[in-house]
């Protein structure tokens, strides 16, 4: 059976409130979606067409995150997460192969993510966003471990490169770097680049970390209750 893990869950006291908010989210999405004031250039022209990209990458992420919540099934769930990942790079309105890394940060997680699951009501908001952190230390954890010699860690660095020759990074952006370095292989860009992913590459048989698709649950809660933060990239694009 596939690894399950324990969750905040609403008493019954709270089962409306989070239902509320629920809907709540996907109306104010909706809505900033379907204002054609939020999609502008710089010289502050409304701009339909992007409106229709954002409409329709947004429509795509939420049959994504559907899939992915319905399927215990670990090779559909690698196919869902590496579409939402694909989904929301696609949001920052710059090439997908350049936003990977962004929308895979620590940086992005800490901005959006653990702030937007902590708007949810009652004690639930404190609790997921506690929820939110630790797993994201935890993906962190299990993919350095994965990878890096044991003899190359050390308290939240590791360091990386042929013997000799080593530099050290953080635990957290080499988790980052070997999630794009393994996107961008997966779908054949840059393979003649072997320095580029050199470093966060290594013989795997295709498995994520333990409970990495709980990243699409967090990030839709996220895109929910702060749409802006996500498409706000379409509110001034470049003449």
Do not use: C
């Not at 989904?87 to 997908?96: E, H, I, M, N, P």
């Amino acid at each position: 059976m596939p690894a399950r893990w324990r969750v905040p869950k609403p008493d019954w006291l709270n089962q409306d409130a989070l239902r509320s908010w629920f809907v709540a989210g996907i109306n104010r999405l909706a809505r900033h979606v379907l204002a054609l004031e939020n999609f502008r250039s710089d010289s502050g022209r409304l701009r339909p067409d992007a409106q229709q990209q954002a409409y329709l990458t947004v429509a795509r992420t939420l049959i994504s995150s559907g899939v992915l919540f319905a399927s215990w099934e670990p090779h559909l769930q690698r196919l869902a997460f590496w579409d939402l990942v694909d989904l929301y790079a696609g949001l920052r309105l710059t090439t997908v192969t350049e936003s990977v890394a962004e929308v895979l940060s620590r940086e992005e997680w800490i901005k959006n993510v653990v702030p937007g699951v902590s708007t949810m009501p009652g004690s639930l908001g404190s609790r997921w966003a506690t929820l939110a952190q630790s797993r994201f230390d935890l993906w962190v954890r299990e993919v350095v471990a994965g990878i890096i010699a044991p003899s190359r860690i050390n308290r939240g660095w590791v360091r990386i490169g042929p013997d000799g020759s080593t530099s050290a990074i953080r635990s957290h952006e080499f988790f980052t770097r070997h999630l794009e370095a393994r996107r961008h292989t997966l779908h054949g860009y840059f393979p003649q680049n072997r320095d580029r992913f050199r470093d966060y590459l290594a013989i795997h048989d295709g498995r994520l970390p333990s409970g990495l698709s709980e990243w699409g649950r967090f990030t839709l809660m996220s895109l929910l209750a702060n749409p802006r933060a996500y498409l706000d990239a379409f509110a001034r694009i470049p003449n």
